[in-house]
Nanobody, 123 residues
Framework: QVQLVESGGALVQAGGSLRLSCAAS????????MGWYRQAPGNKRELVAT???????NYEDSVKGRFTISKDNAKNTVYLQMNSLKPEDTAVYYC?????????????????WGQGTQVTVSS
């Protein structure tokens, strides 16, 4: 089993910054991709940013130039630095990881989600 533990969500004023963290732990063989998604009330969960084991990143258009995703492979931890925050960034932010896990038979790829952390940006 794999657990994703997020932290860093808070209430911040528009124009401010926050840094989210997500640490993966458990029976991890390797991590293929880690990322952040968000869901605002009444909206679908949407991709914010992802980063592969090789360091390739992908961003949703509205956060490009403002958000930066990074990772610490040794700690199986992913970060999301969010700058120039806007009220429309308000949402629950979820960590996601595609992980190769140990099993009794063979390594298996599975996807996991964190519990979510609330980010609220006031105008």
């Amino acid at each position: 089993q794999v657990q994703l533990v997020e932290s860093g969500g808070a209430l911040v004023q528009a124009g401010g910054s926050l840094r989210l963290s997500c640490a993966a732990s458990g029976s991890i063989n390797s991590v293929n991709v880690m990322g952040w998604y968000r869901q605002a009330p009444g909206n679908k969960r949407e991709l914010v940013a992802t980063i592969t084991s090789g360091g390739r990143t992908n961003y949703e258009d509205s956060v490009k130039g403002r958000f930066t995703i990074s990772k610490d492979n040794a700690k199986n931890t992913v970060y999301l630095q969010m700058n120039s925050l806007k009220p429309e960034d308000t949402a629950v932010y979820y960590c996601n990881a595609e992980v190769v896990v140990h099993t009794p038979f063979a390594p298996t790829t599975r996807t996991y989600w964190g519990q979510g952390t609330q980010v609220t940006v006031s105008s």
